[in-house]
């Protein structure tokens, strides 16, 4: 089975902070992606990478960046963050198509709450 | 802005009852999936139809996909406590870049 794992279940920041978010995937798929959940506006993709050292802009990256050295690892970094940073985050997987047809496979999710 | 729209926002019913939700999108797709998440946790993949496909079943789950309506629905029959969740269907479209993206989610609660 496809496991994500993601470094924290909960975390707690101060405004400012710089924050990492860490995603590991043990399926050696090529592409990864970072969403923030929030009530009312569902998944919204942050960045997303198709490889290695590789990575595209989603649809909500301000105040975001993220870092792929190795294949399994895909880490989201918040350089300062602010309060209307806190969400729920959640990294996923998958490989590359037509293998699976774009079937994503989802972390357990971070709740990062920026105080 | 969202690509998948899921109605209703919530759904409550019996334990037993059937559940159907549904999910509108906008534009040209490739295929169509839908996912659970439980909640505080991540989303688990459900089924998937494809857009030259109209209707697909597994186990107590059933999609149908209308292309020319830009619309699909996701029917659990028999439902049970287990199925309270939250459901979301996601798209991707030709050319996307392996993307999906998700509506805003129908949250379902089964009554015992």
């Known amino acids: 089975d496809v496991k994500v794992t993601q470094s924290s279940r909960y975390l707690v920041k101060r405004t400012g902070e710089k924050v990492f978010l860490e995603c590991v995937q043990d399926?050696?798929?090529?592409?990864m992606f970072w969403y923030r959940q929030d009530p009312g506006l569902g998944l919204r993709l942050i960045y997303f990478s198709y490889d290695v050292k590789m990575k595209e802009k989603g649809d909500i990256p301000e105040g975001y960046s993220v870092s792929r050295e190795k294949k399994e690892r895909f880490s989201l970094i918040l350089e300062s963050a602010s309060t209307n940073q806190t969400s729920m985050y959640l990294c996923?997987?998958?490989?590359?198509?037509?293998?699976?047809?774009?079937?994503?496979?989802f972390g357990p999710g971070t709740r990062l709450t920026v105080l | 802005s969202q690509q998948g729209e899921e109605d209703p926002q919530a759904l409550s019913i019996q334990e037993g009852e059937n559940a159907t939700m549904n999910c509108s999108y906008k534009t040209s797709i490739n295929n169509l999936q839908w996912y659970r998440q439980n909640s505080g946790r991540g989303l688990v993949h459900l089924i998937l139809?494809?857009?030259?496909?109209r209707e697909k079943h597994s186990g107590r789950l059933r999609v149908t996909l209308d292309t020319s309506k830009k619309s699909s629905s996701l029917l659990i029959t028999a439902s049970r406590a287990a199925d309270t969740a939250s459901y979301f269907c996601?798209?991707?479209?030709?050319?996307?870049?392996?993307?999906?993206?998700f509506g805003t989610g129908t949250r379902l609660t089964i009554i015992p």
């Open positions: 996601a798209t991707d479209v030709p050319f996307g870049n392996e993307k999906l993206t």
């Open positions: 996923a997987s998958s490989p590359p198509t037509p293998v699976n047809y774009n079937e994503q496979f």
């Open positions: 399926m050696d798929h090529e592409n």
């Open positions: 139809i494809r857009s030259n496909e």
